[in-house]
């Protein structure tokens, strides 16, 4: 019987089978940042453990960061002794470390995939559940918790109970107006918050071919999203281009052996998966959220579904109370006073080209509040000498520097109580981007129309 993709890079890297279906894994790259972190060094210092292989760790900040004068001490006090631990911990033990103010600096799940240290094959993890990004290049990569982390350090590998497969299937073009981001939006709105419980997920199929590896990571990134333990895409030529050139990723000869492997890295045509599903591309529409969690999403032109006649019924009433919606209503002509563009899923240089391409000549409504964070200092160099911010700047736009900023509530850039946002990151929670904050989860392309209209539209209209 053929192997999934999966399967062929966990049997690669397991160190020891245990009863039961737990194995012990070996962990190629480990990506640390300030906020899961100084507990697992703390845990790793009172047990007297030496870091087992440091060079295969990478560190960065990015949750607590301010996203404006970076050179200025932090000013929130819990932040700025996070940032100041990671930093001591990675001199301590030197681990290589990508500090505020350094080129190299960002959203762990960006730099990764952008330095070259992310590869097709590796196991990934990280103290991040969106490590799933990682995924797009053929990696098995997923989060893990604070006392992994410390497991990590000292062994560089984990205890593992294998994971279920799915594959899902997308064929067909995607029609115009339409992003990766509402790929994935999509798929977790037809198998809901919860219908990857258990499973490693495969991406597959011609839709999913034809986007760039900036999109594979926005699609594998919110995997989690739908319970799922992580997600990948086989690795091909998109995915060797991208990789060429990257500061440490292989070169020349170590180039061409590492790329004649990784084009084995794919599922046998007789794999047999746990699970499958299959959509058309062409049922795929611009979508937005209306709850508060990312299956709560709809069509941009769609309305708010009904009440389900379910056990589910009354959460699903909690989260309409507090986004103060109601079901049979169309999000179309909603006024929003915040766009959020950033976070690991859509803080890449391709989304900011296409919020840039969008925005040009325009001005963004009186209204709105639109805040642009690049993933990393690489991003944002790359933003200006395209002269993308010139572009943001004249539209009203405002462009900070790198971090994980309105994603989530752990630093100054928060969402006012009881307003809306339309937010290109990965999760509406209630709180999430601030107590109170009603977040909507949207595409890069989607967030930039609203601001530039003052209220929700259909962007299809105007493209």
Known sequence: MGKTLFDKVWEQHVVKEISGGI????????????????????????????????????????????????????????????????????????????????????????????????????????GDSHTSTHGAFGAIAFGIGTSQVAQVMA????????????????????????????????????????????????????????????????VCNMSIEMGARGGMIAPDDTTFD??????????????????????????????????????????????????????????????????????????????????????????????INHIFIGSCTNSRIEDLREVAAYVKGKQKAKNVNALIVPGSKQVELQAKKEGLDKIFSAAGFELREPGCSACLAMNEDKIPEGEYCISTSNRNFEGRQGPGARTLLSSPLIAAATAIAGKIIDVRDTL
């Open 23 to 126: 194995n012990i894994l070996y962990v190629d790259l480990h990506l640390i940042h300030e906020v899961t972190s100084p507990q697992a060094f703390s845990e790793i210092e009172e047990r007297g453990l030496p870091l087992f292989r440091k060079e295969k760790m990478i560190a960065t900040a990015d949750h607590n960061v301010p996203t404006i004068n970076q050179h200025l001490e932090i000013k929130d006090d819990l932040s700025r002794k996070q940032v100041q631990k990671l930093g001591e911990n990675c001199d301590k033990y030197a681990i290589e470390y990508y500090a505020l103010g350094n080129d190299y600096q960002g959203i762990v799940h960006v730099i990764g995939p952008e330095l070259g240290y992310t590869l097709p094959g590796k196991t990934i993890v990280c």
């Open 155 to 218: 062994s560089q590998c984990l205890i593992q109970t294998k994971p279920k497969t799915m594959r899902i299937t997308v064929d067909g073009e995607l029609k115009k107006g339409v992003l990766a981001k509402d790929v994935i939006l999509y798929i977790i709105a037809q198998l809901s918050a919860d219908g990857g419980t258990g499973y490693f997920i495969e991406y597959a199929g011609s839709a999913i071919e034809s986007l760039s590896m900036e999109g594979r990571m926005t």
């Open 242 to 335: 991208y990789i060429k050139g990257r500061q440490f990723a292989p070169s020349g000869n170590e180039l061409e052996d590492a790329i004649h492997h990784w084009k084995e890295l794919k599922s046998d045509n007789d794999a047999i998966f746990d699970k499958e599903y299959q959509f058309d591309a062409a049922d795929i529409a611009p979508m937005i959220t209306y709850g508060t969690n990312p299956g709560m999403g709809i069509k941009i032109d769609a309305k708010i579904p009904m009440t389900p006649d379910t056990e589910n019924s009354k959460s699903f009433d909690k989260a309409l109370k507090y986004m103060n919606l109601k079901s049979g209503e169309s999000l179309i002509g909603k006024p």
